[in-house]
């Protein structure tokens, strides 16, 4: 008894070792890997990342152009941010947030031959807007 009241006391004066979370937030450590990010418009949809992924929590559609991870079922070991060929996957130093629902982390992008026919499709247009003599035309 004597024992308890001991160490009651002495842990009303100590400083506390637990914080106020979510209210106080301690900082990342040194690359602490939080939360899986992946720059969408680099990503080329090669579905290696879905292929390593060990939790087989990241489904790629290389025709739709979109990339989704199961974040609850994802153990954060880095082995897709390790083998993606263009570097797009990274781990930020971040807390994830307390959810209510199990969404998805969902990634629309766009396929690249897409990309490079609408920058040929527009750079004309921006040529004729800059200067119509480059095209060859003659100003009335
Ligand atoms: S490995 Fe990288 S480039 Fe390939 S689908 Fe995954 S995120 Fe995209
Ligand atoms: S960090 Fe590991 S478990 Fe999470 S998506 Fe990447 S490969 Fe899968």
Redesign the pocket.
């Known amino acids: 008894m004597l024992f308890f009241t001991k160490t009651a006391l002495g842990n009303l004066l100590r400083k506390y070792s637990t914080r106020m979370y979510p209210h106080v937030v301690r900082e990342p450590f040194k690359d602490a890997r939080g939360e899986l990010y992946?720059e969408i418009d680099?990503?080329?949809?090669?579905?290696?990342?879905?292929k390593v992924c060990p939790s087989q929590c990241?489904t790629?559609d290389n025709k739709a152009a979109t990339?989704e991870c199961d974040p609850f079922a994802c153990v954060y070991c880095g082995v897709?941010v390790e083998?993606?060929?263009?570097s797009?996957?990274h781990m930020k130093p971040a807390y994830r947030k307390a959810v209510y629902d199990r969404e998805m982390i969902h990634m629309q992008g766009e396929l690249k031959k897409k990309k490079a026919a609408s920058a040929q499709k527009t750079a004309p247009e921006l040529a004729t807007a800059a200067n119509p003599d480059d095209l060859g035309e003659s100003p009335e």
Do not use: A, E, R, T
């Open positions: 992946n680099k990503c080329i949809f090669c579905m290696k990342c879905s990241i790629v990339w897709c083998n993606c060929p263009v797009c996957l």
